[in-house]
């Protein structure tokens, strides 16, 4: 992508517009957690409806959190939208823990500069909010995702290449607020720094390159523009990415990208003297759903249980957390925590499938797979491969699954995160086995669901509060 990016460096150079592990075999009874969910399987079946967080409607402080296919985007009634199936749902957030693992694995974290690390997978894409850019206002629908730090948006004039989008293309000159950044300058600088591709125009703009993969990628002009998360929360001087060039084909026409990761360029470094460095959010519970993203620590739920932020992650743009056991209806495995320590833990809000270690994944199959003799199996389904064909049932009744983090946190998994339903004749245990000991594990946000998650990069610590987004 080096190559490619230089190339239409030129490109825009040459542009009139330059804007400016063995386990342990010991179970664990925990008494006071529930074995079983029970659900009904009508309530499996998409629905067309959007039924919002009576939380996100009252608070004029939340942002709206949408599931780009579901009826609450507003795209489900646009012919433009194309669904995927969910063969290339699974498939497209296989690349995303691919590329996670390439960019977080032991050697690579140990050897390789930033700079010179891989993409990472968008994924699935799945969650976008609307973020106002400019004076006047413009709203533009964004893919959150808390493992990228630079926000950017497509621009006009789209001096190379801009896709199809959902809301008209953001023009700088029709807003009052709009700076480019020059080059060279302190700020510009940075780009390299935190592991993203720096160039110049020839007027001295200062131009970005971010790589997700080799289909997906933002090339522009880095600017400053004011920015209004909700009414009353707006930002002057935002460093943004303006870009010109720009692949997004998970993007559910997202005009861009909102970087909620660690790093200098992050939403949350920028809004560190109003927010200190604390966001949350309650991911939507199904595609017909809405969540909301909130920023700061105002009016968090009093359920709210800490654990220390993982420092194995530290320098990169992913939070990450220290898992020590997991349990199945009811019991704790004992897992040995070698098991998760060797590879360490991120979670990742663009990331669908929990990824557990080999030896993890194991112990939580073989449990679960005991608990569920009652319902007959079905074939694997692309790469969950415990699978059950629940024809014939009204109701489904499965052993509850809990992650145990450092700190002493539980987190039981909701009953709307255990199974994947491609249908009802196959549903799989959602969670998937990573190819290698030493890749890291990643918590997705399919088992993060009614939940509202607290990152506190500050005080280095997440939190998860159960019941806290209705």
């Not at 112990?363 to 064909?389: H, I, Q």
């Not at 280095?460 to 509060?465: C, D, E, I, P, T």
Request: aromatic residues 10%; glycine residues 8%; contains cysteine.
């Amino acid at each position: 992508m080096a190559i490619s990016f230089f190339f239409f460096l030129l490109l825009l150079c040459s542009s009139k517009n330059s804007y400016g592990f063995q386990p342990k075999t010991t179970i664990i009874e925990t008494k006071d957690l529930p074995r079983v969910h029970t659900l009904q399987t009508t309530s499996l079946l998409p629905s067309t409806v959007c039924k919002s967080s009576s939380k996100a409607i009252s608070e004029k402080s939340l942002i709206k959190i949408v599931n780009k296919h579901g009826p609450c985007s507003g795209l489900s009634q646009d012919k433009a939208n194309i669904v995927p199936s969910h063969a290339e749902i699974l498939r497209q957030d296989q690349a995303r823990a691919d590329s996670i693992h390439s960019m977080l694995s032991s050697n690579s974290l140990e050897k390789t500069s930033l700079q010179d690390k891989p993409g990472i997978s968008i994924g699935t894409g799945k969650y976008q909010v609307g973020i106002g850019f400019g004076l006047p206002n413009t709203k533009l629908s964004l893919v959150f995702d808390t493992a990228s730090q630079l926000t950017w948006t497509q621009c006009q004039p789209c001096s190379v290449y801009c896709y199809d989008q959902k809301e008209p293309i953001f023009n700088p000159l029709k807003s009052s607020s709009y700076v480019g950044i020059r080059c060279p300058s302190a700020t510009c600088n940075r780009i390299s720094s935190e592991g993203m591709q720096k160039g110049c125009s020839t007027k001295s703009a200062c131009i970005y390159g971010v790589t997700y993969t080799n289909t997906t990628f933002s090339v522009g002009f880095l600017a400053q523009e004011t920015i209004s998360l909700t009414s009353s929360d707006v930002f002057q001087g935002f460093v943004f990415g303006c870009g010109q060039r720009n692949r997004f084909p998970n993007g559910g026409r997202a005009a861009g990208v909102l970087g909620l990761g660690r790093g200098w360029f992050s939403i949350i470094s920028q809004t560190s003297n109003k927010y200190h460095k604390v966001f949350s959010y309650c991911l939507p519970s199904s595609e017909a759903s809405a969540g909301y993203l909130k920023f700061g620590d105002g009016n968090l739920p009093s359920s709210i249980k800490f654990t220390p932020m993982s420092k194995l992650f530290e320098g990169t743009n992913y939070y990450g957390l220290d898992i020590v056991d997991i349990g199945v209806g009811g019991e704790r495995l004992s897992i040995d925590r070698s098991v998760f320590s060797s590879s360490g833990t991120v979670i990742d809000s663009a990331s669908l499938i929990t990824r557990l270690p080999p030896a993890a994944y194991s112990r939580v199959r073989r449990s679960f797979v005991a608990k569920m003799t009652n319902y007959p199996t079905a074939p694997k389904f692309e790469n969950l491969g415990t699978c059950y064909d629940f024809s014939g049932n009204s109701t489904v009744e499965m052993p509850t699954i809990t992650l145990y983090f450092d700190g002493g946190v539980e987190m039981p998994i909701d009953a709307r995160g255990i199974l994947y339903f491609n249908k009802i004749s196959q549903a799989c245990l959602a969670f998937a086995k990573n190819n290698e000991d030493d890749d890291v594990m990643i918590v997705g946000n399919f088992q993060q669901k009614g939940y509202e998650v607290v990152y506190d990069e500050a005080n280095g610590r997440v939190g998860f509060a159960a019941g806290a987004c209705s």
